[in-house]
Structures are given as C-alpha cells and as structure tokens.
C-alpha cells in the first residue's frame, strides 16, 4: 500500500528492515547507538561490527535527535540511528519527541543525499508507545515533511508484524481521504 506526498512515495511494507535495498535504513536505537534489542540489535547484528565502531564515535545521541554511520554489510549503505521516546503517559513531551525522530532522519537524508529509505515503527516496541498514536505521528510527519521538501523519491515503512502494518494500512487509507 502507497501515498504520494509532493515527489514522495510512501510505502508500507511488512518485512525485515534489514534486508531493504534502500539508501539508508532508520535504527530505532537508545541513546547510547551501542546495540541494543529488537530493531537496534537486528541492525548492529546484521550490519556487523563496523556499525558499532562508527556509533562509538558518536557519544551517544539525544532523545528526538538523529545520527548516520555507514551500513556495514547491511544492502543499506547508511543508518539513521535516532532515538524515539519511552512512552510514559503522553505527558511529557513523548509526541514532540517522536514527530522529531522522523524530521531529523529526513533532515539528514536530504543532507547526505539520501534517496531512498525505510523507518521501522519508532518506540512502538519495549518503549511502549501506543501504536495507534504513534502511527499517526509517524505517518503525518513524514507526509507533511515530503510535501514540503525535495529529494526523496520513497520512504518505506517496514513493519515486523501484522498487528502493527494493520494499523499503518488504516491510516495510510485515512490520510488519503481529501
């Protein structure tokens, strides 16, 4: 399932995010960029060392903020690594933070001339956001941000499971509707 926002085409997928042939694939990382479980240890994991050696030279990274080292021996030649919040109880700033997880790894395509990339589903894992709310985030941000900047030709979302692409399909249809 697609939308196009401006010169974008955004796509939802189910899959494994790190077997996309993209120019840079999005790490749902901690701050530390160290590794971690899920989408950040499947990444460092496939990937391979060389993820981890360039993440250590980063210090770390900020809660909403984003980051790029090279992809390793993922087909991805970059990662975004950026940090979604822990969801506590919406109350603390956990919607700015996640809108700004998508911006800044756009942002930061748009710098190195990315082309092309995938975001996983951003804190809807052991960070609890709730996937209704957090899908909604994830897919006005990136639509509103396409359609007001050039250069990006596709962002795919790569979700893991069922559950998560059933609620990305019934907002994507949403966000269709003129």
Known sequence: MHTIAGDTRIEIVKGDLTKEKVDAVVNAAN???LGGGGVDGAIHKAGGPVILEACKKLGGCETGEAKI???????ARYVIHTVGPIYHDGNYGEALFLASCY???????LEYNISSLAFPAIS??????PIPEATHIALSTVKSFCE???????VRFVLFSKDIYATYES???????P
Do not use: F, Q, W
């Open 69 to 75: 080292t090279v992809g390793g021996d993922l087909p």
């Open 103 to 109: 911006r800044r790894s756009l942002e930061l395509a």
């Open 124 to 129: 809807c894992g052991v960070y609890g956001y």
């Open 171 to 177: 907002e994507l249809s949403a966000l269709d509707v």
């Open 148 to 154: 007001t900047n050039k250069g990006i030709n596709l």
């Open 31 to 33: 701050n530390s960029l």
